[in-house]
């Protein structure tokens, strides 16, 4: 483990430097030694005798730092017997660790590196050195070895690559041999465990074999997987692991309970044996038949309606392992399914088909006894069908049993194997039998069945009939076939029958040649026309030709297939034409028909003839020649025979056309008889009668298991090998089916059954499926009955019980259980626990998930009883305490396997045993007691008590990672006491090391590691009854300052000490840890102070001591930079006090540029790694938070950092200083350079190149480097390269001091395994690192021969640095930021895209994905710089918006953002990402606020775009965002302010591109929410989650507010979100809250002390105008809540709610906008303002009036009486009684008010004022929508002086609504009735007609409208205007009208005006 955490160092980017020590720290001799501790020291070895002269401090030398060998050494293995030097063999590595080095600083490199051991060779060493060990006898041994080796596996992986078996360097070589060496033993092992397994042994041998095979062999499966692809196993592996593959491929437990380690010795024994692993495949065959078998055994024997489908493959799986059980009642059963099925006729064709398959393989099985058991069963259900029991029965379905043997396969397979079965007698009885009962139960079956049987047998009867026999009873039911029937129905069809009666002509039997004569002349004699034909059939002619075709000469059937064509075809065809031909010479036709016959030898020619129709000639000669003048052509008979047997040969088609043609066969029978004498045409008849008669059984793809669809090619003809041996055939033909096309080939043969693991294999498989599985099997094993009779091969023997019990891992653990309760003696219980560890082993290799099965197990077991007893007291011996530290070892193990799913009883358990009251041993062994403390002279029993303790720290150490995922209340309570404790007693442990003369130094590291993890955990000095918990802090701290003291800054520190790095660095991380925990307890206390020591040393006493933390300062030099990072991390701790800024700064006077040109430097050091710089980073923004002078003033405090020029003598200070430090150090183009190179990969290679790199300037590959080779390659790289061929930093970085162009590394996102410094914990001004290892990092070069690693830790931290520089000197900074670019350059580095690909691979994990946390780290990182950035962002958008408004820079920025912010988080597990994520989303949403706030026009386009691209996201991620409101109100405040900010700057932007004529084509939001119908489900998600969030929470909670503007902004912009809130009642629940408040305040106006009650009713108005708020938004726009506010009383409401509403402005405002937005464009609310109101209002407004009887009678008033002041009011006034005076009801409601009185009562303005005010403008909007109606107009026009008041109004201008009165006019022109007074009134008249010659052509337009339609018939009217002045106005802008608007249809408002003044000429010109 440390090793790894050593390789996680130098892989991790954070890390890296370029720092020159004088032993690398990447060398191997780092890691040496594991008693090191965590990290390594990179000191020597303690073997190295030599003492370091000591240069700083103590001038005394200590040779030794511990003065105890043996324990030096016991913490790197389990065992502590031996001395440290008979732990070290010849190849180990630790032999490095002793080299002699006395001059260490002057030590050649090259020569040093060459000594020590790669990683990949210490991991061979390891594996060369302990694989040997697992063949010893001990299982402590074997079980330690194990865990070593698994650890050195998961090493093996990161640093060996698959590569390797390819590589043929020296160094690949040594390497493979080395593997193989190992792979072999592995391999023996194996083999050796395993045949040691025997009955010879006791049964505890046979336990520890059974287990070490186990266990090794999953080790060993796994190291395969990890070394050696699969493909390559053939080339390398040796023939011991190939025998122990094959071993393990058959070995059936473990098949069973490791399923995936199964497959893959499978996979490599396919590789390696084909032998081996052909017989392991028909093994597993043989084991799935068995397991189908028994399944079908179990399911046939169950009750209820059964899957007959899956029954029958069940059975035809089960047939291939009859061999092996021979469970002979399975096929009854099978045969039973069979003809159940075929019964039924519902079956389906299916079901039917795969059972008949079934049948056809038992029929033809190969093993004699399953083939003669299956014709039984058939025979017994054929009997019991037809038997003559049933005579008496009316004719039923009985008979349909028989149904499954009536298909031809199944007679066919009866008819040719069965009746012929050599082997077995009984076969060939039952076969016979079956048919006898068939072809003799006509009267037992239904018609149906008979018909069917018939049917199924006619393919058959080519072979029965070669049974044919008169004296057999068979062979003459046979016979009876071809018989004619006396009864008016035949058995066969007549064709059939006839080609029946023909085929007995060629049985052997005479006699039945004789019959088959006889029945053939009845045939011939009563065919039609038999009189016309030859010959006369007689007895004379029968006599002759019994032996007709039994010739001694048959005929070949064979024909050519030549390549090329010999013959063309147009002489084919000129030879058939003579042939055919009537007029040519028969001689010439007969040399014809010989060439054809020739020519017919070759297959290609067949095509021809049949296209000339050949046959059809052929048979014409035929006919003519039996008829009665055939004498004639009797010559042409034997060449056409000829032909036609060619051509039917090679025509399968023909043949079965021509066979089913009864007249041939009688044509063909009849030559044969003419020509009897003649051989040659008997011969070929004979020939032509085997090619037709036997058609059907030649075809043997008739007979096949699974006929294709495809139709079969013409294939040679060939015949069943039965028909030649029943048959005399005139031919020779190829034979097939000499075996049964059915039979099926078993898997296993004699010879493989005899293999012992073959036949331990499936006994045990038999075992488990008939007992369905180990559970089952186990149970019945351990009970007194047996219900199985079965072959004693099938039993169980002793080895194979013991063998299941051991390998299933809960019987194996109930069996160590029990062990441990009746054990008599320690061996026994340390037995048991081993074997329980060696479960738990089996769960982390068998690659099983977790909880593996062993922990699941455990959780079921009651073991914690089991073990209680050894945990609850106090070791009394030796042997107490060994095995007291087996048992702890395994629950450190169990806990460390279940940390992902821990199980609370478990934990619940160990905490309550650990706080017991009384006696409390496992706490107090880690303390000596006084009498133990005397026995240290006992060597053996003081390595056994140090190996307890290091147990016991361990534990404790794995329970506190283990808890940091509990949420349980209890166990989290336990915890806290326990943590309180442990931290007490780890104090006391420390203390035991007082002495520096004597100390252990292993058990002093071992216990500050502890103490570094218990002290991570916030709160753990608070939780002890008796001690304070600042107290307990204060003791640490005295503690640790005295390790830090004693053993490293008064000996010269690191370089000086004998202390190893891990005490360093464990003693620096409590420290920092601890400062932590004083912040949090010690409240307002000053505690700086105690962390202050003296500088100076004892031997100075006459110096005065200073106090101070100047031994904090050489830590932050140290040599390894994970001290300097942690004592960085505590500097940056303590500045986040001022007395700590104070306090460091003072300790550093005495350094060259105190603590800021300290720190500066090491943030700018470019040889430092970033992790370091970063924890300088968060010094620096601490030290500037602190408000610094700009000048020196006396006595203050903190006067920032100090420049002083020697040169010139000038001094500065504070801010001056900071600058010039800042100028000085190039600050900003170092920050440039960092960000510019940012490297954003998780891990990175060994690239440091090595020492040897360093000082040489080539690079041989060949040599040390080339294990470079096997590292593993990254997982995703640009390019594929090997990281050996990566250049050097000699190579890579080579620019000249002025260049800025730099060589980036590959980028490698390889993962690590878990980092060692998962508890480091780095904190500056409020912020704080995640404990989690920083993978991610940078490259930046600013000077040759440096590779600098720049991490986005780092510049988050850099980011946090510049916003409080921002904040100091506003505008320096930004002038630096601008010259430097780096706002750009920061926001380049964000990357959605990276974060978005780490995410997917955390929520799809697979198995070749990298570990989980090293992710999670990865985008944790990314995250902090995210919200970082962002911070900065804001900082620069307050101080200088022009830094972040560019395009270039806020259109990829923001994609960004948007691209975060919808990443989905769903299925991440991990509760500190999701925290993380959930800070930076809200950094990201406040940030995208401002943007919008500060430049809306420009970024809302980007934000809408970005939003549209991810919609569906988006709102998920909004939905998440606000149900946050309890867990994280930040992000819900932020999310929804977002959300709010970007509607309303929408809702802006649109109202501002109104006046705009052209459209934009980027979407918005309004757009997203509305227009599409997919997004309708997601708004409605997003509206309810609002709603919930609004209507959730009380009045006072702040965050329903939030909710509410978010919810405002929603209503506004998106209808389908109105209509949402409708459905959810929004309106009905604001009217419910309106009349709420009403009720509440008219209550509480009635009390007493109204002054009380002034900031309830605060509250309570606050609430009011929410409320209207929403639902002044609800309502805009949208009639049908409008309707739903009518229907709800809005207004009775807000009238019950006046005399509030009038004593608030803002209320008042909210109110009168809901009004207007009410109102507009929905005359029924309109109306609804003029009802009375029924409600009583107890309180009176004090100052503006009493209510009145309706809403618009208020309103009215109000109007009236509104001061000229509150102008705000005024206008929403007037806006609504604009919006009422469309309604007739209103309007009526005005008149009877006199309200329009008040208008008269307008004053004009005076002076040199030519503007109407506002409160005249907004009478004017009234009067002009009362002018809109009729009755408006009239009310205008009864207001005396009202049209000469509006006549001097048109004289003034206004800049908004300049034509107002003009507008008046013109609407009370239109009516007739107003008319006369219009015309009445001249002075109206001359405004009108000036409007013509007005400058403004909307004044034109309106003078020329309100002329016309004042004169349009309206006689007076025309008289009037005829006078000059008028008409002339009119004519001139007539004509000057038409010259300027020529086109006039182009603009509607031009024609409009020209139409208007055409009318008024011809009016006016018209008499």
Not at 1294 to 1301: F, H, I, N
Request: include cysteine; charged fraction near 20%.
């Amino acid at each position: 483990m440390y090793l790894r955490n050593r390789l996680n160092f130098h892989r991790d980017p954070g890390f890296f430097s370029n720092k020159h020590d004088t032993v690398s720290q990447n060398s191997s001799l780092s890691y040496c030694h594991e008693a090191r501790g965590t990290h390594h020291s990179q000191n020597p070895s303690p073997g190295s005798s030599s003492p370091r002269p000591s240069v700083v401090g103590r001038t005394g030398q200590r040779p030794r730092g511990d003065g105890q060998d043996w324990d030096a050494a016991s913490s790197s293995g389990s065992s502590s017997h031996a001395h440290v030097n008979s732990r070290i063999s010849v190849h180990s590595p630790l032999d490095m660790g002793h080299i002699d080095l006395p001059e260490l600083e002057t030590e050649d490199t090259l020569e040093l590196q060459f000594q020590q051991l790669s990683l990949p060779q210490f991991c061979v060493s390891i594996l060369e050195s302990a694989v040997p060990l697992l063949r010893t006898g001990s299982r402590q041994v074997i079980i330690r070895v194990l865990e070593l080796l698994t650890e050195d596996m998961t090493l093996i992986g990161e640093a060996i690559s698959t590569d390797i078996w390819d590589d043929s360097s020296l160094f690949g070589i040594d390497m493979k041999e080395k593997l193989l060496l190992v792979l072999g033993a592995l391999g023996e092992t194996m083999c050796y465990h395993k045949s040691s397994i025997s009955l010879e042994q006791p049964e505890v041998m046979l336990v520890h074999h059974r287990m070490a095979f186990i266990s090794i062999s999953l080790f060993a499966v796994r190291l395969l997987q990890t070394l050696l692809p699969v493909e390559k196993a053939s080339e390398f592996l040796s023939e011991p692991m190939s025998t122990a593959l094959f071993l393990l491929s058959l070995d059936m437990p473990i098949s069973l309970e490791y399923p995936n380690i199964h497959e893959a010795v499978v996979a490599y024994l396919e590789q390696l044996n084909s032998e081996n692993y052909s017989i392991y495949k028909r093994t597993a065959e043989a084991v799935y038949s068995i397991e189908c078998t028994c399944n079908f055994l179990s399911d046939i024997g169950k009750e209820g309606e059964k899957n007959l489908l899956e029954l029958v493959e069940l059975a035809d799986q089960a047939l291939r392992s009859f061999s092996y059980h021979q469970h002979f009642p399975l096929i009854k059963e099978i045969i039973s399914i069979c003809s159940k099925i075929w019964k039924s006729a519902q079956a389906s064709p299916l079901l039917q088909g795969e059972s008949q398959k079934v049948l056809l393989h038992m029929l033809s099985h190969p093993l004699p006894r399953v083939k003669a058991e299956t014709y039984h069963c058939c025979l017994e259900i054929t009997k019991e069908c037809l038997g003559v029991h049933n005579v008496t029965k009316p004719v039923s379905s009985l008979c349909n049993g028989i149904h499954f043997l009536l298909h031809p396969k199944v007679l066919y397979e009866i008819s040719v194997f069965g009746i012929q079965e050599p082997e077995s007698e009984q076969v060939n009885t039952a076969a016979k039998a079956i048919l006898l009962y068939l072809l003799q139960g006509r009267l037992m079956m239904t018609a149906l069945t008979w018909n069917k049987f018939i049917e199924s047998l006619c393919p058959v009867i080519p072979i029965l009939q070669g049974y044919a026999d008169t004296e057999d009873p068979l062979g003459n039911c046979i016979l009876l076939l071809s018989k004619a029937s006396s009864d008016t129905e035949e058995m066969l069809p007549c064709t059939t029958r006839l080609k029946s009666m023909l085929r007995l002509l060629l049985v052997k039997k005479p006699s039945v040649r004789s019959l088959a004569l006889k029945l053939l002349a009845f045939h011939l004699t009563s065919e039609e026309g038999a009189d016309t034909k030859r010959p006369l059939i007689d007895a004379r002619v029968l006599s002759r030709v019994t032996d007709l075709f039994i010739g001694k000469k048959p005929i070949e059937l064979r024909l050519d297939d030549r390549r090329e064509l010999v013959i063309k075809l147009e002489t084919v065809e000129k030879v058939y034409e003579i042939f055919t031909s009537d007029d040519v010479d028969l001689v010439l036709r007969k040399s014809a028909a010989e060439q054809l016959a020739v020519i017919m030898q070759d297959i290609k020619m067949h095509a021809v003839v049949k296209k000339l129709c050949l046959i059809d000639k052929i048979i014409e000669y035929l006919n003519e020649c039996v008829s009665q003048d055939g004498k004639v052509v009797e010559c042409l008979v034997q060449p056409c025979l000829t032909l036609l047997r060619k051509v039917l040969c090679g025509d399968p088609v023909m043949r079965v056309s021509l066979s089913q043609q009864s007249s041939l066969l009688t044509v063909l029978f009849r030559v044969s008889l003419i020509f009897h004498e003649d051989c040659s045409v008997v011969t070929e008849v004979g020939a032509l009668f085997c090619l037709l008669l036997f058609d059907e059984v030649s075809r043997m793809d008739m007979w096949s298991v699974n006929p294709s669809n495809k139709p079969s090619l013409p294939s040679v003809f060939s015949l069943p090998v039965s028909v030649f041996r029943r048959y005399h055939l005139p031919v020779h033909v190829i034979g097939h089916h000499a075996v049964s096309p059915y039979s099926i080939v078993l898997p296993l043969s004699a010879d493989c059954l005899a293999l012992k693991p073959v036949s331990d294999m499936l006994r045990i498989a038999w075992n488990l499926s008939w007992y369905h599985g180990s559970d089952n099997l186990l149970k019945q094993m351990n009970s007194e009955t047996k219900t199985q009779e079965i072959l004693d091969a099938l039993k169980l023997s002793t080895e194979d019980i013991l063998t299941l019990k051991i390998t299933h891992m809960a019987s194996g653990l109930q069996d160590c259980l029990h062990s441990i309760v009746q054990a008599a003696t320690h061996r026994e219980v340390r037995a048991a626990v081993t074997r329980m560890s060696f479960y738990l082993l089996n769960d982390r290799l068998s690659l099983k998930g977790c909880p593996g099965p062993c922990g699941v197990t455990l959780k079921s077991l009651a073991w914690h009883t089991a073990l209680n007893r050894f945990l609850q007291v106090l070791p009394a011996c030796t042997e107490d305490e060994k095995l007291l530290i087996d048992i702890i070892h395994f629950l450190n193990k169990l806990i460390k396997e279940q940390r992902k799913n821990s199980s609370l009883e478990l934990l619940n358990w160990i905490l309550e045993l650990l706080l017991r009251h009384s006696a409390n041993p496992l706490l107090d062994l880690l303390v000596l007691t006084e009498s133990q403390a005397r026995e240290e002279t006992d060597d053996i029993r003081t390595a056994v008590r140090q190996q307890l303790q290091k147990e016991l720290i361990a534990l404790f150490d794995t329970l506190l990672l283990n808890f940091m995922e509990v949420t349980d209340r209890k166990c989290s309570e336990l915890l806290y006491v326990f943590q309180t404790q442990l931290a007490l007693k780890l104090l006391q442990c420390l203390k035991v090391t007082d002495a520096p003369h004597f100390y252990g130094l292993p058990s002093l590291e071992r216990t500050l590691r502890g103490m570094a993890n218990l002290t991570a955990f916030p709160g753990w000095s608070s939780h002890s009854p008796l001690t304070k918990p600042l107290d307990i802090c204060v003791k640490y701290l005295s503690g640790l300052l005295e390790v830090i003291t004693s053993f490293y800054v008064e000996r010269g520190g690191n370089a000086m000490s004998f202390m190893g790095k891990g005490v360093t660095k464990s003693t620096i991380l409590c420290l920092l840890h601890l400062s932590h925990e004083m912040m949090a307890q010690a409240g307002s206390l000053e505690w700086m102070s105690l962390w202050f020591l003296p500088l100076g040393s004892h031997s100075e006493e006459h110096i005065p001591t200073q106090q101070g933390l100047a031994w904090l300062i050489p830590l932050w030099v140290d040599r390894d930079p994970e001290v300097r990072f942690t004592s960085l991390g505590l500097g940056s701790a303590l500045t986040t006090l001022e007395t700590g800024c104070v306090a460091l700064a003072n300790s550093c006077q005495n350094i060259s540029g105190g603590l800021w040109g300290t720190v500066v430097n090491i943030l700018l050091d470019q040889s430092e790694c970033s992790m370091v710089r970063r924890e300088a980073a968060f010094i620096l923004q601490n030290l500037l938070v602190i408000p610094m002078p700009t000048e020196i003033i006396k006595d203050y405090t903190w006067q920032g950092p100090c420049v002083h020029d020697e040169d010139s003598g000038l001094s500065l200070i504070g801010k001056p200083a900071l600058q010039a430090l800042l100028y000085h150090c190039h600050f900003y183009e170092h920050l440039n350079q960092m960000v510019k190179h940012c490297y954003l990969g998780r891990c990175m290679f060994d690239l440091n190149f090595s020492a040897f790199d360093r000082n040489s300037e080539s690079n041989d590959l060949n040599g040390l480097d080339d294990s470079f080779k096997f590292w593993r390659a990254p997982s995703r790289t640009s390019q594929d390269r090997d990281p050996s061929s990566l250049s050097t930093s000699e190579t890579t970085v080579a620019p000249s001091l002025g260049s800025t162009e730099f060589q980036p590394l590959v980028q490698s996102t390889t993962l690590l395994p878990e980092a060692s410094h998962d508890q480091f914990v780095a904190q500056g001004h409020q912020e704080s690192t995640s404990p989690r290892p920083p993978h991610d990092s940078s490259l930046s070069a600013p000077l040759p021969k440096l590779c600098v690693f720049v991490t986005p830790s780092l510049l988050s931290a850099m980011c946090s640095l510049l916003d409080n520089l921002l904040t100091i000197a506003p505008r320096d900074t930004a002038k630096a930021f601008r010259q430097a670019h780096l706002i750009e350059l920061l926001c380049s580095i964000a990357d959605a895209t990276l974060i978005q690909t780490c995410v997917q691979e955390l929520r799809a994990l697979l198995p070749s994905s990298p570990p989980a946390e090293h992710t999670q780290a990865q985008v944790s990182f990314l995250l902090e710089y995210l919200s970082s950035l962002s911070r900065l962002l804001q900082s620069c958008l307050l101080v200088e918006p022009d830094l972040v408004i560019q395009d270039e820079l806020v259109k990829p920025l923001i994609t960004n953002i948007i691209g975060i912010l919808t990443i989905c988080t769903k299925d991440v597990l991990d509760k500190e990402l999701i925290s993380a994520f959930y800070h930076t989303w809200t950094h990201l949403f406040n940030l995208l606020a401002m943007l919008l706030r500060k430049a809306g026009a420009i970024t809302l386009p980007f934000v809408t775009v970005a939003l549209a691209k991810h919609w569906t996201a988006a709102i998920d991620m909004f939905c998440t965002c606000a149900g946050l409101s309890a867990t994280c109100p930040a992000l819900y405040t932020a999310s929804l302010q977002f959300l709010s900010v970007l509607l309303t700057e929408e809702a802006k932007g649109h109202l501002q591109a109104k006046s705009k004529t052209h459209l934009c084509c980027s979407p918005t939001v309004a757009s997203l929410l509305d227009d599409s119908q997919e997004n309708q489900k997601s708004l409605e998600q997003l509206s309810d989650v609002i709603l919930q969030c609004y209507e959730g929470k009380s009045s006072k909670d702040i965050l329903k507010r939030v909710a509410a503007n978010a919810l405002m902004s929603l209503l506004a912009v998106s209808r389908r979100a109105q209509k949402h809130a409708l459905k959810a009642n929004l309106i009905d629940n604001c009217m419910e809250q309106m009349k709420h408040i009403n009720a509440q305040l008219n209550l509480d106006s009635l009390r007493p002390g109204k002054a009380a009650l002034k900031k309830k009713e605060d509250g309570v108005i606050k609430e009011l105008s929410i409320a209207m708020q929403l639902l002044r938004n609800c309502l805009y726009q949208n009639e049908e809540c409008k309707e739903a506010a009518l229907e709800a009383h809005l207004v009775p409401v807000l009238h019950s709610l006046w005399p509030w509403i009038l004593m608030d402005d803002s209320l008042m405002q909210i109110s009168l906008q809901l009004l207007c937005v009410y109102t507009a464009n929905f005359p029924n609310g309109c109306s609804s303002l003029c009802w009375s109101s029924c409600g009583q209002h107890p309180v009176q407004a004090t100052h503006r009036g009493a209510v009145s009887n309706s809403l618009m009678l208020c309103i009215l008033k109000l109007a009236s009486q509104m001061p000229l002041e509150n102008t705000t009011v005024q206008q929403m006034v007037f806006m609504l009684l604009s919006n009422l005076a469309l309604s007739h009801d209103c309007k009526g409601v005005i008149q009877k008010s006199n309200f329009l009185q008040n208008f008269l009562s307008l004053a004009l303005p005076k002076g040199g004022n030519k503007h109407l005010s506002n409160l005249t403008i907004l009478w004017l909007k009234l009067l002009l929508n009362i002018s809109s109606g009729e009755d408006g107009q009239q009310m205008i026009l009864r207001l005396d002086g009202c049209l000469d008041l509006l006549t001097e109004m048109s004289k003034y201008k206004h800049k908004s609504s300049p034509l107002l009165p003009l507008l008046i006019f013109h609407n009370v022109c239109f009516s007739p009735a107003n008319k006369p007074k219009i015309l009445a009134n001249e002075k109206v008249i001359t405004v009108l007609a000036a409007c013509l010659e007005s400058e403004n052509q909307n004044a034109q337009r309106i003078g020329a409208a309100a002329l016309w339609a004042l004169i349009y018939n309206y006689q007076k009217a025309k008289t009037a205007l005829k006078s000059p002045s008028v008409k002339r106005r009119v004519d001139e802008a007539y004509s000057l009208a038409k010259k300027t608007f020529p086109n006039s249809e182009a603009n509607p408002l031009n024609a409009y005006y020209l139409k208007c003044l055409e009318n008024l000429v011809q009016l006016l010109n018209s008499s």
